[in-house]
């Protein structure tokens, strides 16, 4: 047996040979020859480094201001005299707009209809804004929450009268190119399906119905799911309960105190200070946001669609992985973004507005709101949140244009997190300087 | 055309009626049961919150401390007497002991050779920290320095001297059992090859191509890249240089401040203080690491590779993944696993111990190393090296034992995020009392 055919020291020596060779021929793996790319455990170490920063402010903030929270505080926000309930008494006037709205339906011609629809709508908006700013005794928080309300109740009943002209055009189309016996006998056969067709929708039980919805698009026959789920109720149930807690707690100890220690940098206009502040507030500011959004869409919405059996739980889509800001805006909060599909773009769509034309308007509509829900309470008008949402135009342009991917979403994401406390921070300091300082130091 | 066959209002009516129908039964995708698992946005989501939460960090540290990197101040940790330089002479120094070292190999006996062998490593161990305990100008900094260096020449002449052994034997066992001329003939045949066979290794130019070779263990014929590749070479030196200012002035700017800061709680005993004091250095610290990581098993040591074509390149693996301890330790430092492993490790269990107590007895030179190079240059013998490598078994254990996949992965980056701050804080608690404070106060 030759030796010349074997490794240069054979194996018969193996026990101790093996441990001769020890390196081969190779790279590193950070090396871009390695061709490696595993780094899973890269999101673990960012969420270990997030979960420890955010301990951290949040002990350095127990230490410097101690406990903060108290949930008696959060009623007198809603209510300075707790005799004069303002908010409440707007609230349950709605009742009476809703009684003439279904009067409305059919009883008048089209025309006139029309015009007591537009009447009775722009009550319903500029009705709390009167209240508003004329009842001394409404504060803030049960301001926006009034007004929050009506503007739902407008849209709801946009999209109710909007869904009843569409049905009556629907009739009149049917009865002139068809026979009436064979629509008839349709619209019977119909009926055995339990499915309610126009003018039967035309009850207060069908439009409360719609009224206590979770969602502002009225259609004849929603969607119904087979039966309550207990569990699922009692799970939505604690998270709510949970997580409003949560959300005032978070408020009243880290967003109220930081709010407080930016004021007097940006009143300087210390440049340097202003971003640090900035950015302090960034982060309370953005982990409310995101507990709010699990709480209100998540949370309350399936609870009161549990509670109704309403069928349609689709209140947001993955926005959390939008590349683009139009995205974003599309899937973030899907019950205002069907409403302004279907009532709003397509409508317009169909008279010939262009699409880039259309999607401006959609966020000017949108930016008109926000600023609504926000001037007014306030009772300062600034256009920083209108400013804010008609910035997102050039916004979503230039992310369209210039990133994709994870860029994107990056972008996406540094527009949510900054851009709110830049805002919240403009209205809190000349709400700041307003109030709290007296006019003569604005 | 009978009209029940077709949807309830007809495709003929389809512009109008499409609209009617705009929900469908569907769940929230953040219900278990719609079985949504895309959450791709997130990771970008962690990415940007750790950034922008650092970046304020940062600029409140400018804020609060203007600049405090100072480049010249480093030369001065090395020296504090620039016309002494203890630390320079020891290194020099070890050229003796490496000369020495060679005459060694084959001239004695095995015997009185590993006697001798025995008498110069410990020479090189105690030597250094002898100078280092009785020379008053050498600085901490200096000393670890020398020190690590003369731990690395100690470990690779205890490679080199075990490997030329297992050559002898090799030799010996050939010798008993094959006919000399047919092993000669295979000696020679080898030579062909380049390939350089015992005792043909014994030069200075192979024994100090080992000594600046990055690795610890001795082979005969190192793997050898075929070229130099001046691009890499260069990119590796720029990355060498930045990451060096990199770190330098993360230590200046945001380490030495919060260590400073430290000290009254922890002189105080301030519980909460403490634990927030710890988390406020453990993000520096750790951040500090990885660009250690990274420059030292990366750009220096490929750097260095590069320009001896040393081929083997696997310095690190892909620790950043592991799920377990041991997996990290194993992967996290090849060069020294490699060393523990063909040196220490193995030779155990071929002497019947049993792989429990011989990972043990890893861990404890391991530890004994660490205690090595920090004790004795801050003159302090306090055992929290040793102890912080010692905890690892029991942990290695326990994470081992009951954490499995992210939970371990995550479990691990926890370890080392808040291990070494500890471990930080405790020396220079210690170093503090006894040298700021004076001995009175501790």
């Known amino acids: ?31 871009s ?17 997030l979960i420890l920063s955010n301990a951290r402010l949040f002990l ?5 201001y101690g406990i903060l929270v108290d949930p008696i505080q959060v009623i007198s926000l809603f209510l300075k005299d707790p005799y004069s309930w303002p ?8 009742c009476l707009a809703l009684l003439f709205y ?11 209809g029309t015009f007591l629809h537009l009447i009775n709508l722009s009550t319903i908006l500029c009705l709390p804004v009167a209240t508003v700013l004329f009842v001394s005794s409404m504060t803030p928080v049960g301001a926006v929450f009034a007004l929050a309300v009506y503007t739902i109740l407008f849209l709801k009943l946009y999209s109710y009268k909007d869904v009843n002209r569409w049905c009556r055009d629907i009739r009149q189309a049917r009865a002139r190119t068809l026979a009436r016996s064979l629509s008839f006998q349709r619209f019977n056969g ?10 039967g929708n035309l009850t207060h039980r069908d439009m409360y119905y719609f009224i206590f919805a979770p969602t502002l698009c009225y259609e004849l026959n929603f969607p119904r799911s087979p039966r309550i789920r207990k569990r699922f109720l009692l799970r939505r149930l604690f998270e709510m309960v949970f997580l409003m807690q949560l959300l005032v707690g978070l408020i009243q100890q880290w967003m109220v105190p930081t709010i407080q220690n930016s004021m007097k940098p940006f009143q300087d206009m210390d440049f340097s200070r202003m971003i640090e502040r900035l950015l302090k507030l960034a982060v309370p500011n953005h982990l409310i946001w995101l507990i709010f959004f699990y709480w209100f869409f998540h949370s309350s919405m399936n609870f009161v669609a549990e509670l109704m059996q309403f069928g349609d739980r689709e209140f947001y889509r993955d926005w959390w992985n939008s590349e683009t800001v139009t995205y974003f805006w599309a899937n973030w909060n899907i019950p205002v973004h069907k ?21 401006a308007a959609v ?17 300062m008008f600034r256009l920083w949140a209108f400013m804010g949402m008609m910035v997102q135009v050039p916004l979503a342009w230039f992310v369209g244009q210039f990133l994709r991917g994870n860029y994107g979403n990056a972008a996406v994401w540094i527009s949510l997190i900054i851009g709110q406390p830049i805002a919240v921070l403009m209205y809190v300091h000349d709400y700041y300087v307003l109030h709290v300082q007296g006019p003569s130091a604005g």
Chains 1, 2 share one sequence.
């Open 33 to 49: 020859a390695s061709g490696y790319s595993n780094y899973r455990g890269i999101l673990n170490w960012c969420v270990v480094m």
């Open 190 to 199: 119909s009926a055995v399906q339990t499915q309610v067709s126009y003018p």
């Open 1 to 31: 047996m030759p030796h010349s055919t074997r490794t240069p020291l054979g194996p018969c020596y193996g026990d101790i040979s093996i441990g001769l060779f020890c390196h081969k021929l190779q790279e590193s793996l950070l090396s």
């Open 102 to 112: 279904l009067w409305l339906q059919g009883t008048f011609g089209e025309r006139l």
């Open 363 to 379: 966020f000017l509509v949108s930016a008109f709101f926000h600023e609504y829900l926000v001037s007014v309470p306030l009772k």
């Open 60 to 64: 350095e903030n127990l230490i410097k």
């Open 87 to 94: 908010a409440l008494c707007l609230i349950i006037c709605k």
């Open 339 to 359: 409403w302004c599909l279907r009532h709003f773009y397509k409508p317009m769509l169909k008279r010939g507005v262009s699409k880039r034309v259309a999607q």
